[in-house]
């Protein structure tokens, strides 16, 4: 059976840190594009990071470059959103999401949500000021 499940969210006070793991089963981890997108309440899903898990290509929104790591163990074929200084705007409901093979708009655009065909069930995270 093919799923992602995402862990590690939670509720942090600004200028905290969380790390979010997706844990890929049922699919071939090598040769992914896999990605952290996010939700806030009324707003549309923006991507955060992407990740090719051949050679750890990556990709990341401006709003958040600089604070926000992807990594992978591909031993465990697990992905991984280190989250640093973190601000009430990055509330939201964070999913993992993969696709093998790539289509051919995700090498421009990687971090739009419809080049990605497998999605996990999301958790939550809270930042308080």
């Known amino acids: 059976r093919v799923q992602l499940v995402e862990s590690g969210g939670g509720s942090v006070q600004g200028g905290g840190s969380l790390r979010l793991s997706c844990a890929a089963s049922?699919?071939?981890?090598?040769?992914?594009?896999m990605a952290w997108f996010r939700q806030a309440p009324g707003k549309e899903r923006e991507g955060v990071a992407a990740i090719y898990t051949d050679n750890a290509w990556t990709s990341y929104s401006d709003s958040v470059k600089g604070r926000f790591t992807i990594s992978q163990d591909t031993a465990k074929n697990t992905l991984y959103l280190q989250m640093d200084s973190l601000k009430p705007e990055d509330t939201a409901m964070y999913y993992c999401?993969?696709?093998?093979?790539?289509?051919?708009?995700?090498?421009?655009?990687?971090?739009?949500?419809?080049?990605?065909?497998?999605w996990g069930q999301g958790t939550q995270v809270t930042v308080s000021s």
């Open positions: 999401a993969a696709v093998s093979p790539p289509r051919n708009t995700l090498i421009a655009l990687p971090l739009m949500s419809a080049n990605y065909d497998l």
């Open positions: 049922g699919v071939t981890y090598s040769l992914m594009y």
